[in-house]
């Protein structure tokens, strides 16, 4: 979902679930490690809002499977609001560009054949599945097209050639829809994943495809076998008026600063938990309470869990912006902000509609920041993620600063989301062997 206020957009890469899915394989392995690169862009209007989370219900399984190949490989990547990697996929590799979603499933790329057959495309260009000996379509028999019980994540049909569709009504009404096909990524020394099913959009559109990278069994990471991911989110400097977006890194298996990570498990909940409000294919954790400038804020731990419909979840997205907290949450960070820098508030606003704590005026936002104090976001086991005073609040555009949290009822959510702009200067690791998120302070814009 993306919202608009003037020009000004903000990246949300999640979507309450529409109906539920019945089941999906976890993922356990051994030595892996792999990293690519990642590269940002700033993304259009229409980018941003084709670009949404498919989320699914339905807790882990048991099994376990080691992963098919071993890597030892990684790249830096570049970061404006969205962390867009590039691939290799297909045989021979084209790079393809997509967006890292912890919020997601499903994997899609743009796919177009083109006329006359040209050579390899650059990064930015569409799939071309006719260069590609790696290629196949899934056919209407397949039992992801035809399942048991209907996977009402990932709506298929047959489509006129008798192969199968997916399609996708997004929040805000967006249609994204392709064939369902099998492809691999091809890695440096002619090292492939096997045969990944993935979304093939082949309608033209503006927007970068999805990687998926939540527990759900269509995901990457679960079709990969990968036991680990991890990244590193840079802060983002302005000098004048440019923006200057400075290099983060990304891993796929293990990471060699993982000693120095403090770990959170990820919550788990019974097979009866049901709701639309619910999404046990998040990365859920356990956040505890939040502290302004120091001081603890009169919260209760039971508003960042799940109640009985689902809302008040907690979880760990990249794909999201900002964060946004529940309305009980939220309307104490709201007081503490008020109490220390109301009058400076800018009054009757609210950018993308969602977040209202914002203040005109350039030098004078440092000011407000350090006014406002540090904000700590304390989870389970005393692990800390500490937001400087000095980067509380976000340039939105027109001069106008804001505190970088929102209301997530505002947008039709009711979950809590801690999105990557609070990531930032941090390692955050997905350890999927041992179903828990890693935190580890670092300079991000450093080689790493």
């Known amino acids: 979902m993306a919202s608009s206020c003037g020009n000004s957009i903000f990246l949300l890469l999640f979507m309450l679930p529409l109906l539920f899915i019945n089941s999906f394989s976890s993922v356990e392995g051994k030595s892996f490690s792999l990293s690519f690169p990642l590269t940002s862009a700033v993304l259009s209007e229409a980018s941003r809002a084709n670009i949404l989370s498919s989320l699914a219900v339905s807790p882990p399984s048991n099994q376990t499977a080691a992963p098919p190949f071993g890597y030892n490989y990684r790249s830096p990547f570049r970061y404006s609001m969205a962390l867009i ?3 290799p996929i297909g045989t021979p590799p084209q790079s393809q560009q997509m967006v890292l979603d912890t919020g997601s499933q499903l994997s899609w790329i743009q796919c177009h054949r083109k006329s006359p057959r040209p050579p390899p495309p650059p990064p930015a260009s569409s799939f071309d599945p006719s260069l590609s000996s790696s290629f196949s379509t899934l056919p209407c028999s397949h039992p992801i097209c035809k399942p048991r019980i209907p996977d009402f994540t990932l709506p298929t049909t047959c489509d006129q050639n008798r192969l199968c569709h997916y399609s996708y009504f997004y929040a805000d009404g967006t249609l994204a829809e392709g064939n369902l096909v099998r492809e691999k990524i091809t890695f440096p020394n002619s090292r492939t994943t096997p045969p ?7 309608e033209p559109g503006e927007a970068e495809g999805i990687l998926g990278m939540n527990l759900g069994r269509l995901s990457f990471i679960s ?10 989110v840079p802060i983002r400097q302005r000098r004048g008026n440019k923006v200057i977006n400075p290099t983060g890194t990304f891993y ?11 770990y959170i498990n990820l919550l788990t909940f019974p097979k009866s938990q049901r709701s639309p409000n619910f999404d046990p294919l998040a990365y859920t954790v356990g956040l505890t309470g939040i502290k302004i400038g120091g001081a603890k804020l009169n919260i209760s731990q039971a508003v960042f869990r799940p109640d009985a419909g689902g809302s008040g979840q907690t979880m760990i997205d990249s794909g999201t912006q900002y964060t946004f907290l529940v309305d009980a949450a939220y309307a104490k960070v709201r007081e503490e902000v008020v109490r220390r820098v109301g009058r400076r508030m800018k009054k009757g606003y609210a950018y993308g509609g969602a977040l209202d704590m914002c203040f005109d005026g350039g030098a004078a936002a440092i000011e407000i920041g350090r006014s406002i104090g540090d904000m700590v976001f304390e989870f389970e086991k005393r692990v800390e993620i500490l937001i400087n005073k000095d980067r509380i609040l976000d340039h939105v555009g027109g001069g106008i600063h804001c505190v970088a949290i929102g209301r997530s009822e505002a947008l039709g959510v009711a979950s809590n989301i801690i999105g990557n702009f609070h990531q930032k200067n941090h390692w955050v690791e997905f350890d999927l062997t041992n179903r828990r998120v890693g935190f580890g302070v670092a300079d991000c814009s450093r080689s790493m």
Request: with cysteine; aromatic share 10%.
């Open 85 to 87: 990697v590039s691939l």
């Open 196 to 202: 990944l099913i993935l979304g093939c959009a082949a």
């Open 223 to 232: 079709q990969a076998k990968v036991p680990r991911f991890s990244y590193c």
């Open 252 to 262: 796929l298996g293990q990471n060699p600063h993982s000693r120095t990570f403090r």
